[in-house]
């Protein structure tokens, strides 16, 4: 997502042992983040936008991917 987290697009099709797995990957994600923002001093959510970018742009053709919509400067989810 634009937070460069995992997120779940259908969670009515998703197991519990999934969501656990998908909370422990934003957690270690997230120190990860938390350690680059600190050694940078800059704000974590500046991290998190390089992140995501990177992620989208590395995502495979057909991966949902969370980008601006220029529109209303909210945020929309295409297909890449």
Known sequence: NR???VEI???????????VLIDAENNDRM???KAI???NGVPIEE???MYA????DGASSG???EVPNETSGGYEWKVK
């Not at 697009?9 to 969501?19: L, M």
């Not at 970018?53 to 989208?56: A, R, Y």
Request: glycine share 4%; charged share 25%; proline share 3%.
């Open 3 to 5: 937070s460069g987290l």
């Open 9 to 19: 697009r259908n969670p009515e099709v998703v197991d519990a042992s999934t969501n």
């Open 31 to 33: 120190i990860i983040y």
């Open 37 to 39: 923002a600190a050694k």
């Open 47 to 49: 991290v998190q936008k």
């Open 53 to 56: 970018k990177k992620l989208q």
């Open 63 to 65: 991966t949902q991917v």
